[in-house]
């Protein structure tokens, strides 16, 4: 009895009420289990790895992935709260077109405003389930990464590519179904036409993502570096064309400069010193020829053997 006074009236408009959450919870679950089918976070962690190893230096690739970490977990740490409150906060969808003076006024929408609301929750529970397990996911790799040296590092990473690329994934989840949940409020309080832009929006994110992550992997410094930029709207606002190509011009050389001198340091590497007690080996010769023994310094401690 207490748990069906907890559920929804046993009226009509609420008999379906859980078409809407099962569809959502479903594909929540999707978005966690296709990228994994897929192999898509092993591909992201290699495709970091195989960027670093070809434009960068493997021994700071441990900074770099702790990096990602930090950044994702904060960002998803950030995306937590909110969409507890959303959670917390939701109440029931009333739309604005409703008798704010009479509440239990009924409305043909009404049955309409049920599913909406079903679905806003089930959104707001997948986005706030991503957002946890990327802070886990990035916690769990701290604690098992952080005490491993170089080498061991890669060959973590190496074991576990997925490290690298899941809490991005799971970030982006997050945000998705964050915005899925505030698309679905705005339809069910102001209706459609405030939530057609939000909806263009979601698209706009999905594809802009994808497209980022693509141009960013087929980054070469030495093909589009060299690339001057190209129309510019704000040219005369802040500052001129003109001079946007000299400061490229001029960064570019130094670039170039600053390359060559790091190839001249790793093919003539820099000597160092031996030390003291190596660098005259003719002295210690020339003593154990002659037999004498060096001199002691001034004040220096003498070890006298204890009597038995």
Not at 191 to 207: M, W
Not at 231 to 247: E, L, Y
């Amino acid at each position: 009895m207490a748990l069906q006074a907890l559920n929804f009236p046993a009226r009509e408009e609420y008999q379906l009420h859980w078409i809407s959450a099962g569809l959502m919870s479903l594909k929540g679950l999707a978005f966690y289990l296709l990228p994994k089918m897929l192999g898509l976070d092993k591909a992201l962690g290699y495709d970091i790895l195989n960027h670093a190893e070809m434009h960068g230096d493997l021994r700071d690739l441990k900074e770099g992935v702790r990096g990602i970490w930090q950044q994702s977990s904060t960002v998803a740490a950030l995306v937590f709260p909110m969409a507890m409150a959303m959670i917390q906060e939701s109440g029931r969808l009333r739309p604005v077109y409703y008798d704010q003076s009479s509440p239990d006024t009924e409305d043909d929408s009404e049955p309409v405003v049920i599913h909406l609301q079903q679905m806003y929750l089930s959104a707001c529970v997948s986005s706030l389930f991503f957002s946890c397990w990327a802070c886990v996911s990035c916690m769990m790799n701290f604690a098992y990464v952080e005490s491993l040296a170089g080498s061991h590092s890669l060959a973590f990473f190496l074991t576990y590519p997925e490290t690298i690329g899941g809490p991005l994934i799971f970030l982006w989840n997050s945000i998705w179904f964050f915005l899925i949940a505030l698309c679905i409020w705005m339809l069910g309080i102001y209706g459609l036409a405030i939530t057609l832009p939000a909806l263009i929006a979601l698209p706009v994110y999905a594809i802009g993502t994808v497209v980022a992550f693509r141009t960013f992997s087929r980054f070469d410094p030495s093909a589009h570096v060299r690339e001057e930029p190209g129309f510019m709207m704000c040219s005369g606002f802040v500052i001129q064309k003109g001079q946007v190509r000299d400061i490229h011009k001029r960064l570019y050389a130094r670039m170039l400069q600053q390359r060559s001198e790091e190839a001249e340091q790793q093919s003539h590497p820099e000597p160092t010193d031996p030390p003291s007690v190596l660098k005259d080996p003719g002295e210690y010769s020339e003593k154990a020829s002659t037999g004498s023994e060096p001199k002691e310094r001034p004040n220096a401690r003498r070890v006298v053997p204890m009597e038995t």
